[in-house]
């Protein structure tokens, strides 16, 4: 089998400073296994796969995979597998949007010049976490109840928890766990005195192997970061937040929301890299 692959970086402010994402293209013909066994090969955080779609009203079908699992929804696959789309020649059935279909349904990505930006997809749980499960993300975290200012689930298909922290120098000064023996998911988010950006982002997940990653920039936590912010007030308008910063990256994470409530989550995306893979088969 051949595949066309491209390599599109996500929310980067710069070329090469965002979220990297491979996107293989055409890949109706690939099992579950095949799309999984090539997504721990390219060792990405995420890896997406573009399909015909199922449902009339899409441009497209997308599959999320990470290393460990297939997800229902992702925000920089999202944004970079439009990318992919339009660049090799898609055209959507709507000038005004482009329907991307995936496991969490149809989500409307909308276009300015290079700028995309995805419809948060709605939360799926939400809610105080527990005095167990916020007490497992701080000792996770290595900061104490008094250093909280809010806590949430905002879990829009990750299984994000969201930790709200006084300043953006506290989210910058965390050093979380290395390893955590269960399955974990937390956001952090924190205000800046001014600059550039409104806020700073930090995402801590555990992989298939129990190590920590903090991801560079990630588009599902921001979504649910910001209905979470806009349903508490602390936002009214809109804003750009910062992501990626202690790992060498500059990540920017553009957010509005339009007449009707609804949340847009946008950024920059620039494909670095085009290619083939070759000589790829099953088992």
Known sequence: MSFVV????????????????????????????DMQRLTRWFNLSETAFLLSPTNPCADY????????REMPFAGHPTLGSCRAWLSTGGEPKQQAEIIQECGAGLVNVRRDKERLSFGAPPLIRSGTPTHNELAEALQFLGIEPCDVVDAAWIDNGPGWLGIRLASAEQVLALNPARSWP????????????????????????????????????????????????????????????AQGTRLGRKGRIHVSRDEAGRIWVGGETRTHVEGRLRGFSAP
């Not at 992989?207 to 979504?223: F, K, Q, R, W, Y």
Request: overall charge negative; charged content about 20%.
């Open 182 to 241: 269960r399955r974990i998911d937390v956001g952090v988010v924190g205000p800046h005195a001014g600059g550039d950006a409104a806020f700073e982002v930090r995402a801590f997940f555990s992989d298939h192997l129990g190590t920590i990653v903090e991801d560079p920039v990630t588009g599902s936590l921001n979504a649910s970061l910001a209905q979470w912010l806009f349903a508490a007030g602390v936002v009214k308008e809109a804003y750009v937040a």
């Open 61 to 68: 079908r997308v599959r999320i995979f990470t290393l460990d």
């Open 6 to 33: 491209q390599m599109v970086d996500v929310f980067g402010s710069a070329p090469v400073s965002g979220n990297p994402l491979a996107v293989v293209l055409g890949a109706d013909g690939l099992e579950t296994d």
